[in-house]
């Protein structure tokens, strides 16, 4: 996902170890969760599933566990000189681990508990993973560490959760001579990475000075077509700043420019409530709703906070009386737009079988919805050899093995098609 960038330097393992010390070890599990699916999408914990994300914040974390995180963290992974082929000299360790660890040696972070052990079967606690980093910050050797370290909690096991926490602080800090954050600095010129960890809470959005004349503001195209209450509504905004906050209003607008009235369009929302969010890396910001099923006769207006102005000419949603949302023309149900047989599903039908296609046609109009206007079309088919069909009626006959694709065509409409699949009769 993200280029290699090079080792961070020994001053951000001193911010990690700060965070380390002022960390809460009863982890909140649901801050905890939350934390580890942004890391986990930051590429920064991997939980105990490689390939379904499983953090298992309950459990007991081992040694070898607890370095991988760390390693990851610290972004070691991505260090120009870190071989996923390497090995330490200790024989309890998991193969999966073995780079993290041997790595971890050759900084100075681990020495093992001797006679050629890592310690994985032992537990994880705070004083033991403050004194890793202290050896890596050069405090002193083995037993000096360790001793300086006295005072911290040995007999508590960390669970996952808690390395999780101390992880995220640690990210969130300013290594020493530095002006970015530890986050900051392993996301680089990343831009999806920077956005992952923005939307997550990890960083903060940039700021910058908006001038409503540098951007042009639109809505997204869309088949939305007109929806009713309880429709869920997705609306992107384009021509926005990368990477930077967003606050938006999106209201229905009623009682006109003498006494206006604004009432928010999706269910959950207070009178005054704005949407919040992140604009991705190609200045783009979505959101959606669902609609609420009481929203009076008016049209909708979008306001992103700062621009100062309402993009009433590219989104005005209208309403009948039935409480319809209809987005761009409000001519509704005018045309024929779309063809749709058999739900997009081929067909498969034994050789003698008939089957009448019209119960499983369905025409739609511009705005995605079921047409009732008038309509006038012929069938066809590609083969009728295979599959011979009523041009008036769409009544299909399965005459051979085969394939063929059925036509429906609107007389100056659209069209659309079905494959029939033809099996010899069962005996």
Known sequence: MRVSKRILTIALITIFTLSIASTAFAADMEEAMEKAEVLYA???????????????????????????????????????????????DFTDVPDWAEPHVAYAVEQGVTVGIGDDLFGNDLDVTERQLQT????????????????ANEALDNETALIR????????????????????????????????????????????????????????????????GYYL????????VNGLEPLTAQTVSIWIHTGGPGFPFHSPIF????????????????????????????MPEGSIEL??????????????IPFDEDHTVVYGDSDIGSEAATVIINDGE???????????????????????????????????SSDEEIVSVDEETGVVTAEAEGEATITFSIVDGPEGSVEVEVTAEEE
């Open 346 to 380: 081929a067909l498969v039908l034994e050789v003698g079988e008939e089957f009448d296609l019209s119960t499983v046609l369905e025409v739609r109009d511009q705005y995605n919805q079921v047409f009732t206007g008038e309509m006038e079309g012929t069938w066809s």
């Open 42 to 88: 930051l590429d920064l914990f991997l939980g105990v599933d490689p390939d379904v994300f499983t953090p298992n914040l309950e459990g007991a974390t081992d040694r070898a566990a607890a370095m991988v995180m760390v390693a990851r963290a610290l972004d070691w992974v991505n260090a120009e000189d870190f071989d996923e082929d390497m090995v330490s």
């Open 229 to 236: 209450g309880g429709d869920t509504l997705e609306v992107t």
């Open 161 to 224: 959760a808690d390395l999780v926490l101390a992880t995220w602080d640690a990210l969130q800090e300013i290594p020493e001579g530095a002006e970015a954050s530890l986050i900051a600095t392993i996301a680089g010129d990343d831009e999806d990475m920077m956005y992952t960890a923005m939307v997550g809470g990890l960083m903060e959005p940039l700021e910058v000075d908006i001038d409503p004349d540098d951007y042009e503001v639109t809505v997204a195209e869309s088949d939305m």
């Open 267 to 294: 269910e959950g929302m207070e009178d005054d409530e704005q949407i919040a969010g992140v604009v991705a890396p190609d200045g783009s910001f979505t959101f959606s709703g669902v609609l609420k099923e009481d």
């Open 132 to 147: 890793w980093f202290d050896r890596a910050l050069g405090r002193g050797d083995a037993t000096e560490t360790w001793e």
């Open 303 to 316: 306001v992103p906070d700062g621009y100062g102005y309402s993009i009433d000419e590219t989104l005005q």
